[in-house]
């Protein structure tokens, strides 16, 4: 990648996060198959029984529950009040702010207020005018300066492109686009919190504490630097700071904080999400050739890929009241985890489930979320993927897995992606 910026930290920090989410060597979709048939709800805290760290199971103290069916997950995610997500504050949301201020851990009013401030920023119409820039980073910054060499690791730049739109999206100046790729792998060492090994988790925390306060501090200058200027600009913390709904403005601790998520969270999941999407697509040459000749079902392709390999496999809540799913009795305060994994490959909800098909009848899957707490930056993400999938069309002619290279494999039990997607192109 012809760049004036590699980061080793980054990249050994993105493969450190897959590791301590990639869980023991199963077939996944076999063991959730044989969950749909014979135990719908599982009673038992699956993902630590598959070797995934998790931040609300029984070593936290709470009977743990786990559903493998579409419309199982989909009324739990789709009611937020008797399906709460406080605990996540005190879980790992706790890695990120130590006063529980992040949207996935907020409920009712707090929850209802948050989204009404941050929704409008990242709407549909409210991201086009990000998509000249978007498309400058990607297809000029990283995907053409590759075109001579007519071979590559699309993860080469599959990791960093979606930290560079984020760096520019928060308003970040141009020089310092180094040192940001040293603040994603802090974002990175974050995410990472959870260990399976409580002796290791205590020293995770400290590490990703010490992280996110140096995320924080690094933020919190450009925001206080763009408030004393009177937020002119279009980039994601000027808008934050004009944003308001029913007479309330975010202050700087709170747009601080959410910009901060972002940095750990909206760039790995792209690039995992980019890297699954390409390695669905190469390994059916008549698909990319017919992808090529027609554009407009990059957004299916898209739309499949998530459905059939979604990035992050499992979804948590907790029960707020006694409830009774499938004639299980599930307490309150129970976990409820939904394998969206599962759900998304619901024999019941989904013609030919395990069939990758990008024509088939579009349904809501879960992989971006359902309900109130649906991920408000789907839109911005699907749009840098799209932008991204183009330019590869576009630039690489014939471009084909390299038969020289290992093929890609799409692996992992938490967050699921390929760590690698050898390439060639005439």
């Known amino acids: 990648m012809r760049t004036s910026h590699r980061s080793e930290k980054l990249e050994q920090a993105f493969m450190a996060l897959s590791a301590n989410y990639r869980g023991t060597d199963i077939d996944l979709y076999a063991v959730c198959r044989d969950r749909r048939a014979n135990s719908p709800v599982f009673t038992g805290d699956f993902m630590n029984s598959i070797g995934v760290p998790t931040h609300a199971g029984a070593s936290h103290g709470n009977p743990t529950f786990t559903l493998f069916k579409y419309n199982d997950v989909k009324a739990v995610l789709q009611d937020a009040a008797t399906y709460t997500s406080g605990f996540i504050a005190k879980g790992f949301g706790s890695f990120f702010s130590a006063d529980g201020l992040i949207i996935l851990a907020m409920d009712g009013d707090p929850h209802r207020a948050a989204r009404g401030l941050l929704q409008p920023v990242f ?84 590490r990703a504490m010490k992280a996110t306060n140096t995320l924080y501090e690094a933020v919190l200058a450009l925001v206080k630097r763009r408030r004393a200027e009177g937020a002119p600009g279009d980039d994601l913390v000027c808008r934050l700071l004009r944003a308001e709904f029913e007479g309330r403005k975010l202050d700087d601790h709170e747009i601080t904080t959410f910009a901060r998520s972002m940095v750990a969270a909206g760039g790995e999941t792209t690039t995992r999400t980019f890297s699954s999407i390409m390695t669905l697509l190469l390994q059916r040459p008549a698909l990319v050739e017919r992808v090529r000749n027609d554009r407009s079902l990059v957004a299916k392709l898209i739309d499949e890929s998530v459905r059939f390999e979604p990035v992050s496999t499992v979804k948590v809540r907790q029960a707020a009241r006694d409830v009774e799913i499938r004639g299980v009795l599930i307490p309150k305060g129970a976990m409820v985890q939904c394998v969206v994994a599962s ?45 991204a999938i183009n330019a590869v069309l576009d630039l690489f002619p014939n471009i084909r897995l390299d038969p020289d290279r290992p093929a890609p494999v799409i692996a992992g039990s938490m967050l699921r992606g390929a760590s690698s997607v050898p390439v060639i192109w005439d």
């Not at 979606?162 to 940001?180: A, K, S």
């Not at 994603?184 to 919190?193: K, P, Q, T, W, Y």
């Not at 024509?359 to 809501?364: A, C, E, I, N, T």
């Not at 109130?372 to 840098?384: N, R, S, V």
């Open 123 to 206: 709407a549909p119409n409210a991201v086009l005018p990000w998509r000249t820039a978007i498309e400058h980073q990607i297809r000029d910054e990283f995907i053409l300066p590759l075109v001579p060499d007519k071979r590559a690791d699309l993860l080469d730049f599959g990791l960093y492109f979606p930290i560079r739109v984020i760096y520019g999206l928060i308003g970040f100046p141009d020089d310092e686009l180094g040192n940001f790729y040293e603040y994603a792998a802090m974002g990175l060492s974050i995410l990472a919190g959870p260990q399976l090994d409580p002796t290791k988790e205590a020293e995770s925390r400290e």
């Open 343 to 387: 759900a998304n490959r619901d024999e019941e909800a989904f013609e030919n489930s395990d069939s990758f098909d990008i024509d088939r009848r579009q349904k809501p899957s879960f992989t971006f979320g359902f309900g109130p707490h649906m991920c408000i930056g789907q839109y911005l993400a699907k749009m840098e993927l799209s932008i």
